[in-house]
């Protein structure tokens, strides 16, 4: 996978790595979902709190108050940054997100459920559903045609009046989860290219946009 970058005309096409999210041990997975604006992966602390192609969630029941969406989309590519600045892509396979979904529920983090990552969990958000699109089972569900198959769905029924009034007024738009997870590089091609090479490769981009 390639990131484009227009400087002066000229196309400069970087080869970001792409690494896959694995859960290796009891300690990691999702612990939290949150309700955002933006909805958007060794052992890494992973927020996806901004998507570059953000799938948000649809009012699936208006009286009763129930928001539906996309928990985690499978084997699609996110965009990252490090601390350091080093870009990526991570990305879910549909073996992780089950076991995601098995820790979740197994844990008792369906009632963990917060706003804008602000760590403050909320009342009266309560989990109904948490499944697979399946379309070869049948399971595939209405609007999000674009999503991948087998991404794991959520949801929700808010009686949280602050956070309903909130979700109607378009400030919050999806689903964002946060949890701890082992990575693996996952891609061939570059695969011996220098990290540092990288990163001062694109510090010389990035200044040259400046």
């Known amino acids: 996978m390639y990131f484009l970058y227009f400087i002066k ?3 400069i096409m ?7 999210a694995k859960i290796t041990n009891k300690d990691e997975g999702t612990f939290c979902l949150s309700f955002v604006e933006y ?16 799938i948000n969630f649809s009012i699936a029941d208006e009286d009763k108050h129930i928001v539906r969406g996309v928990f985690m989309s499978a084997n699609h590519l996110i965009y990252r940054v490090d601390p350091a600045g080093m870009e990526y892509y991570i990305t879910f396979s549909e073996d992780t997100l ?9 844990n008792g983090f369906n009632k963990n459920v917060d706003t804008q990552h602000n760590g403050e969990l909320e009342d009266g958000i309560f989990l109904q559903e948490l499944f697979f699109k399946d379309v070869e089972k049948g399971i595939d569900p209405v609007g999000y045609s674009d999503v991948e198959d087998k991404s794991l769905f959520c ?3 808010v009686e949280n009046e602050e956070v309903w009034k909130k ?4 400030t919050y738009n999806g689903f964002s989860l946060a949890g701890y997870f082992d990575t693996v ?23 040259k946009l400046k």
Do not use: S
Request: zero cysteines; glycine letters at 2%; hydrophobic letters at 30%.
């Open 9 to 11: 005309k000229e196309i």
């Open 14 to 20: 970087v080869h970001l790595p792409i690494y896959e």
């Open 39 to 54: 909805p958007a992966t060794e052992v890494n602390w992973q927020v996806f709190k901004e998507n570059k192609k953000p």
């Open 98 to 106: 089950r076991q995601m979904a098995e820790r979740f529920l197994m």
């Open 155 to 157: 949801q929700y029924r």
């Open 167 to 170: 979700i109607k007024d378009g």
């Open 185 to 207: 590089r996952v891609d061939k091609e570059d695969e011996e290219q220098d990290y540092n090479d990288i990163v001062e490769l694109i510090t010389k981009i990035k200044n």
